[in-house]
């Protein structure tokens, strides 16, 4: 049974880079697309982008030129960073495996807040 | 992008009643459509895929129908653990989108 647990920093000055790291434990990592997904205070889920095992990759449009999702299968982890953070980026960071056959995230992790002020 | 939207947007509902909450896409995604259950402070979790196909452990009282643009998520018999909120996702293109989602509450 595959897990996921979200790690990184709860607090980020705007301007900066946001690093949300996803460890991935009871599983291969092949197989799956490896997500982030992330939840604004009281607001719908939004999808930010997924990593193949292969390390390539798949953005939204709308934050594209400032996401960048990695892989590292030797420690089975993924990561997230998005660059150049505002207020509105403050939110619930989900990592969670998607599978492509069905086209579901499951399963997900916990999930992480990530609040960004100065 | 495939916008969703589903209604309603908040239910009040008993014990035993039975519950259906509609998900709708801009264009049609055929039955690439899932359901997931999130209660407060936590991790969405799937319960329907294929528009509807349970998932493994998921109790027999969800089930899901549609495709097209028009799906349904019906609770048969609604129980004290199903009080949350309920999100669909269409992955007919891999721009995902979620639904705004339906929060079920104790009337």
């Known amino acids: 049974q595959v897990q996921l647990q979200e790690s990184g920093p709860g607090l980020v000055k705007p301007s900066e880079t946001l690093s949300l790291i996803c460890n991935v434990s009871g599983g291969s990592m092949s197989g799956y697309q490896w997500s982030w997904l992330r939840q604004a205070p009281a607001k719908g889920l939004e999808w930010i982008g997924y990593v193949y095992s292969s390390g390539s990759t798949n953005y939204n449009p709308s934050l594209k030129s400032r996401v960048t999702i990695s892989i590292d299968s030797s420690k089975n982890q993924f990561s997230l960073k998005l660059s150049f953070v505002t207020a509105a980026d403050t939110a619930i960071y989900f990592c969670?495996?998607?599978?492509?056959?069905?086209?579901?995230?499951?399963?997900w992790g916990q999930g992480t807040l990530v609040t960004v002020s100065s | 992008d495939i916008q969703m939207t589903q209604s309603p947007s908040s239910l009040s509902a008993t014990v035993g009643d039975r519950v259906t909450i509609t998900c709708r896409a801009s264009q049609s995604i055929s039955t690439y459509l899932t359901w997931y259950q999130q209660k407060p402070g936590k991790a969405p979790k799937l319960l329907i895929y294929?528009?509807?196909t349970l998932k493994s452990g998921v109790p027999s009282r969800f089930s899901g129908s549609g495709s097209g643009t028009h799906f349904t998520l019906t609770i048969t018999s609604l129980q004290p653990d199903d009080f949350a909120t309920y999100f669909c996702q269409q992955s007919y293109n891999t721009l995902f989108t979620f639904g705004p989602g339906t929060k079920v509450d104790i009337k």
């Open positions: 294929a528009a509807s």
């Open positions: 969670a495996a998607y599978e492509m056959q069905h086209g579901y995230f499951d399963p």
